[in-house]
């Protein structure tokens, strides 16, 4: 039993608790001008210290926060370009190692690359899921499920 736990949660990725790292999609020019990326540099900046790592597709540029980390997966060379499945599974691969080289065991993310990006949810789930599936990390995905209102 790995201990690795999936869980989709109701709520606001970035009211997380401290002790969740986080992640998010972002080219390799960091514009980070749309969509959550957005929320990510209005709440954590230093730009400089990302920019300054020169990471390239397929990596991850990263920003410490108290006791957390801040995973910018790098999927793609520029914002506006689209990332690919290859280039996905690359960057949650070197954020995984990270993870574990830093004993990281809880993670929170969005559905990541399936907002502007385009990439379909039930392909990135299963490619985490996969990447994921031998470790003891929690991953949370908030602000994900659909509940219905109950009818009257």
Same mark, same amino acid.
């Given at each position: 039993?790995? !201990?690795?736990?999936? %869980?989709?949660?109701? !709520?606001?990725?970035?009211?997380?608790? +401290?002790?969740?790292?986080? @992640?998010? @999609?972002?080219? +390799?020019?960091?514009?980070?001008?749309?969509?959550? +990326?957005? %929320?990510? *540099?209005?709440?954590?900046?230093? /730009?400089?210290?990302?920019? *300054?790592? &020169?990471?390239?597709?397929?990596?991850?540029?990263?920003? #410490?926060?108290?006791? *957390?980390?801040?995973?910018?997966?790098?999927? $793609?060379?520029?914002?506006?370009?689209?990332?690919?499945?290859?280039?996905?599974?690359?960057?949650?691969?070197?954020?995984?190692?990270?993870?574990?080289?830093? &004993?990281?065991?809880? /993670?929170?993310?969005?559905?990541? !690359?399936?907002?502007?990006?385009? /990439?379909?949810?039930? #392909?990135?789930?299963?490619?985490? @899921?996969?990447?994921?599936?031998?470790?003891?990390?929690?991953?949370?995905?908030?602000?994900? *499920?659909?509940?219905?209102?109950?009818? $009257?």
């Amino acid at each position: 039993m790995s !201990g690795f736990v999936y %869980k989709e949660v109701n !709520g606001d990725l970035f009211s997380a608790k +401290a002790d969740y790292s986080m @992640c998010h @999609c972002v080219g +390799a020019d960091l514009r980070m001008g749309k969509g959550i +990326a957005v %929320k990510f *540099r209005t709440k954590f900046g230093q /730009l400089l210290t990302l920019q *300054r790592q &020169n990471v390239q597709p397929g990596g991850v540029a990263i920003l #410490k926060d108290q006791e *957390r980390f801040i995973y910018n997966l790098v999927t $793609k060379q520029t914002s506006w370009g689209k990332p690919t499945y290859q280039l996905l599974h690359s960057t949650l691969t070197a954020m995984r190692q990270h993870m574990i080289a830093h &004993n990281v065991h809880k /993670l929170a993310m969005p559905r990541i !690359g399936c907002g502007l990006d385009g /990439l379909s949810w039930m #392909k990135v789930k299963e490619m985490v @899921c996969e990447i994921f599936q031998s470790d003891a990390i929690e991953l949370v995905i908030p602000g994900t *499920r659909r509940i219905q209102p109950h009818a $009257k």
